[in-house]
């Protein structure tokens, strides 16, 4: 049986600064610093088990890459699980390890509400009048792309070449629900007038099926095989392929749907029927027309739309619920998921107005065909391209998104709550509480340990190989009971 779909995200933010000259770089670190000095200990991030260079298909580049994260940047833990960093030339949040995903949204939620307190910080502190925004897409605009990337647990067992070929369809066509939309085109030789709005802000930067690149060549099936968890029983599926998400549902259908299909290929339960002829044309092809008549060959020379190939993927998904059970999504999670998979298609397919407030490229469409509309203007109008950035604009006061009617699942109680408290259901629970309750005496984290400091040689580590709370060896009571770590590093000794 598929084993738990324990996910997250990690969001990479534009950035920009607005009155004042500055690198994203030196941006991003005084964005991130602004919010946590003065209310969190610097908790260094433990890098001693990061091997990015190593890859699923048994190779592994441990030179060829550069790191994954610029060390010296500014790199924190944050008391709900999660890490905010420098990534580059962005701010990136990711989420703590979540058992569903609804808990995925409601850290997504939180993560967004942290950027928005960033900014607020940062503009108290910077004495010039300027301010720093912060933009939750994935282009620039300028032939430039940043990620928004998925994780899911899956079991080792299973054959990374089945996993290749049976995720490859629905990671190519889920873009028309989870596709965040975007003006104009990126790719190389196509003209505004030729693409003047498409489905996914990422479809044109992709360019093979599958490889361990993340930034350059990028591969719609990533094959980096850095599990951050026992490897002998788990690898940890790194998406690439996904938009940032203003919509809440989106992105609940877009993690909630790939880790159904992931339990469907770990019990073999999907087949290869739906295996595409060419997946980097199909992925362009299906972005660039938002009228989703497109077809796409598969490999045994059928064609199928991106609204076909997903209703052959839920007509799937329902007969596994029925032989296998969805307990490894959560089960009402799943019987919730389901049924809004089956209503956004129907949508899509009969009035894709319907499901505006669900679907980000929906809603962004009117936006921009509106003002466009009004205003006389062509494709590829700078104006419009403003209306796309001001869409994912994190600022409240100016977000477009805000103002479109999106259904919203996670209260702004909860969403507050999840800045500062972790997930119940995973180890990201005593990551988040060990900070709240001993930061003096831990010095460094990672995704599976941490490093305490209880005043004795040498430092110790502890070890979370395990991703549930229930298995994590930071177990219940015990870790309950302890009132000081270093009862706790006693207790785990005996």
């Known amino acids: 049986m598929a084993i738990a779909k324990v996910c997250g995200i990690e969001t990479e933010y534009g950035i920009q600064v607005r009155g004042a000259e500055s690198n994203p770089v030196a941006a991003s670190s005084a964005l991130i610093n602004a919010y946590v000095s003065g209310t969190l200990r610097n908790i260094d991030w433990d890098f001693g088990h990061e091997r990015p260079g190593t890859d699923a298909r048994g190779f592994s580049y441990p030179d060829s890459f550069a790191p994954e994260i610029e060390m010296q940047l500014v790199n924190a833990v944050l008391t709900n699980g999660a890490r905010y960093y420098v990534d580059h030339a962005h701010p990136e949040v990711s989420t703590p390890e979540c058992l569903t995903a609804l808990e995925v949204v409601r850290f997504d939620r939180a993560a967004e509400e942290i950027v928005r307190a960033s900014m607020t910080a940062a503009k108290r502190l910077l004495n010039d009048g300027s301010e720093i925004v912060t933009y939750k897409n994935n282009s620039d605009g300028k032939g430039n792309s940043y990620g928004c990337h998925e994780n899911y647990l899956v079991d080792r067992a299973t054959p990374f070449a089945r996993?290749?070929?049976?995720?490859?369809?629905?990671?190519v066509s889920r873009?028309?629900?989870?596709?965040?939309?975007?003006?104009?085109?990126?790719?190389?030789?196509?003209?505004s007038s030729a693409v003047p709005y498409q489905i996914s802000q990422r479809a044109d930067f992709f360019e093979e099926e599958v490889g361990l690149e993340t930034t350059l060549k990028r591969p719609i099936v990533n094959t980096r095989d850095e599990p951050h968890c026992d490897p002998q029983k788990y690898r940890r599926l790194h998406v690439i392929v996904g938009d940032a998400n203003m919509s809440e549902v989106a992105t609940y259908l877009k993690v909630g749907t790939t880790a159904i299909v992931l339990a469907m290929i770990e019990d073999d339960m999907i087949g290869s029927e739906l295996t595409l002829a060419n997946p980097?044309?199909?992925?362009?092809?299906?972005?660039?027309?938002?009228?989703?008549?497109?077809?796409?060959?598969?490999?045994?020379?059928?064609?199928?739309?991106?609204?076909?190939?997903?209703?052959?993927?839920?007509?799937?998904?329902r007969k596994y619920e029925r032989s296998h059970g969805?307990?490894?999504?959560?089960?009402?999670?799943?019987?919730?998921?389901?049924?809004r998979w089956e209503t956004v298609l129907a949508g899509l397919e009969s009035d894709r107005n319907s499901v505006a407030h669900w679907v980000d490229w929906v809603a962004?469409?009117?936006?921009?065909?509106?003002?466009?509309?009004?205003?006389?203007?062509?494709?590829?109008?700078?104006?419009?391209?403003?209306?796309?950035?001001?869409?994912?604009?994190?600022?409240?006061?100016?977000?477009?998104?805000?103002?479109?009617?999106?259904?919203?699942?996670?209260?702004?109680?909860?969403?507050?709550?999840a800045m500062t408290e972790p997930p119940e259901t995973t180890r990201a629970y005593f990551r988040g509480?060990?900070?709240?309750?001993?930061?003096?005496?831990?010095?460094?984290?990672?995704?599976?340990?941490?490093?305490?400091d209880v005043g004795r040689e040498p430092l110790r580590r502890v070890p979370m190989l395990e991703p549930l709370r229930g298995t994590a060896k930071l177990v219940g009571a015990l870790f309950d009971e302890c009132t000081t770590a270093a009862e706790l590093l006693a207790r785990l000794d005996a």
Not at 383 to 401: G, P, T, V
Not at 439 to 448: H, K, R, T
């Open 433 to 452: 509480k060990c900070l709240q309750r001993w930061p003096g005496e831990i010095v460094a984290a990672n995704w599976d340990s941490m490093v305490f």
């Open 364 to 417: 962004k469409q009117r936006l921009v065909d509106g003002f466009a509309d009004r205003h006389h203007l062509h494709p590829g109008d700078a104006k419009l391209k403003a209306i796309d950035l001001q869409y994912h604009d994190m600022r409240a006061d100016r977000c477009l998104a805000t103002r479109v009617g999106l259904e919203t699942l996670i209260s702004e109680h909860d969403a507050l709550t």
């Open 326 to 339: 969805l307990a490894c999504v959560g089960d009402d999670v799943a019987v919730d998921l389901l049924a």
């Open 280 to 317: 980097v044309s199909a992925i362009r092809q299906i972005s660039q027309d938002p009228s989703l008549t497109t077809t796409v060959a598969l490999r045994d020379g059928t064609r199928m739309t991106a609204i076909e190939l997903q209703w052959a993927v839920l007509e799937r998904a």
């Open 163 to 171: 996993i290749v070929s049976q995720i490859t369809p629905h990671f």
């Open 175 to 191: 873009q028309v629900f989870c596709g965040a939309g975007k003006v104009g085109s990126e790719l190389a030789g196509t003209s």
